[in-house]
């Protein structure tokens, strides 16, 4: 069966420093990893994804993430966070044979002036 | 490019009555989903359409919602009849392929009295 899982409800980060986003997943096969962020009243927005190739992707707004095959990882990071970060992070998985997307239940991110 | 739109944005509507959510997704894009998002929760697939043909709805509750996506263009989603349970924000997205990233609408947040 195919899951995703964020432990973190909620992570708090001051302004300026760095900041991670736990997720890992379960998939049968190879697996296709998608990090989203949602604004209040707002569809969730396309960060970065890992389909093939090297591990540390690097996406929109300085995030990145590192996808981690033996600890079944894709862990989100920013080097210097920022106050506007601040928002609801979604780790997505789908398996390479199988369409179903599955999302993960979200980590709410506070940064702090 | 323009956006994934969504109508309406919002709806409050009694039990047991009939609702129904349109989606006009990416001019081009083959793939289309409806998700539902109940509050703290991550999203949850409840179809994915390829052009017009239906990939996977396990998850819709068929005794209550149907979609359609007649050309393979805008979507639509209805219930009847609603229960309480079907509070939520109702998402729908589309992608160019399946495997690929997807761009959200803002939703229809829906409320049941």
């Known amino acids: 069966a195919q899951s995703v899982a964020q432990p973190e409800d909620q992570v708090n980060v001051a302004e300026g420093n760095p900041l991670t986003v736990k997720c890992t997943y379960s998939?049968?096969?190879?697996?296709?990893l998608f990090w989203y962020v949602q604004y209040p009243n707002r569809g969730l927005q396309f960060l970065l994804k890992?389909?093939?190739?090297?591990?540390l992707v690097k996406g929109s707004y300085g995030f990145e993430a590192e996808f981690n095959k033996s600890q079944t990882s894709f862990h989100l990071k920013k080097p210097s966070a920022l106050v506007s970060d601040s928002a609801l992070y979604f780790c997505?998985?789908?398996?390479?044979?199988?369409?179903?997307?599955?999302f993960g239940s979200g980590t709410k991110l506070n940064v702090k002036p | 490019e323009a956006g994934v739109a969504q109508s309406p944005r919002y709806k409050i509507i009694e039990k047991r009555q009939s609702v129904a959510f349109w989606c006009n997704p990416i001019s081009g894009h083959a793939t289309l989903y409806w998700y539902q998002q109940i509050l703290g929760q991550g999203p949850k697939l409840l179809i994915q359409?390829?052009?017009?043909?239906?990939?996977?709805d396990s998850q819709l509750p068929k005794d209550r919602f149907s979609a359609e996506r007649l050309k393979g263009v805008d979507s639509t989603l209805k219930i009847q009849p609603a229960k309480l349970e079907d509070s939520a924000v109702y998402l729908c997205?589309?992608?160019?392929?399946?495997?690929?990233?997807?761009?959200f609408g803002d939703g229809t947040r829906l409320s049941i009295l």
């Open positions: 997505a998985v789908r398996a390479y044979n199988f369409n179903k997307f599955y």
């Open positions: 998939v049968s096969g190879n697996p296709y």
């Open positions: 997205a589309s992608s160019e392929q399946d495997n690929q990233p997807q761009h």
């Open positions: 890992y389909i093939t190739g090297d591990n």
């Open positions: 359409f390829q052009n017009n043909g239906v990939v996977d």
